[in-house]
């Protein structure tokens, strides 16, 4: 009895061995695919905006804005599943506002942010910004775009 106790007990020390090496492999190559974590670089305006699924390069685009104008920028809208053909439903986008800070340096924060696809403005001073197409946009009712912007026709 003592023997088969004594085989147990070893080849369970054996396996325990085995999966603290293996586990310690595992740590090692995760710690090498990091990747940074931009959402300190940005708030949400409610717990409902989701945000947890942006991509890292919008994730830089806010961390970029925020940088340039030295507030976070506050996430109004994040993903949105069933908005279509909006980025927002790809979790690519982001509608943003910078507490204390003028739309106009918001764009151009947005304007010079590595990676900016599109850039939009509406007239409660909400910007948007996604990874899509490069593109610019003002909604802001008919013929009251903002300068540097293009408006977009929607269809």
């Not at 090692?28 to 940074?36: D, E, L, P, Q, Y």
């Not at 340039?68 to 980025?87: A, D, I, L, N, Y």
Request: aromatic share 6%.
């Amino acid at each position: 009895m003592r023997i088969i106790f004594r085989v147990a007990l070893a080849c369970l020390m054996t396996v325990s061995l085995a999966y603290q090496t293996e586990a310690g492999e595992n740590r090692k190559r995760r710690g090498t695919s990091f990747k940074h974590d931009y959402s300190a670089y940005y708030t949400v305006q409610r717990i409902s905006v989701r945000t947890a699924c942006f991509p890292e390069k919008l994730g830089a685009i806010l961390a970029h804005i925020a940088k340039e104008t030295g507030q976070k920028p506050m996430v109004t809208s994040g993903h949105r599943p069933h908005s279509g053909r909006s980025q927002h439903s790809h979790c690519y986008a982001a509608d943003i506002r910078v507490p204390g800070v003028s739309e106009k340096v918001i764009l151009a924060a947005a304007a010079g942010a590595p990676g900016i696809g599109g850039i939009g403005r509406y007239c409660n001073g909400i910007v948007h910004v996604d990874i899509g197409p490069k593109r610019t946009w003002a909604h802001c009712g008919r013929g009251k775009g903002l300068a540097g912007l293009k408006r977009r026709s929607r269809s």
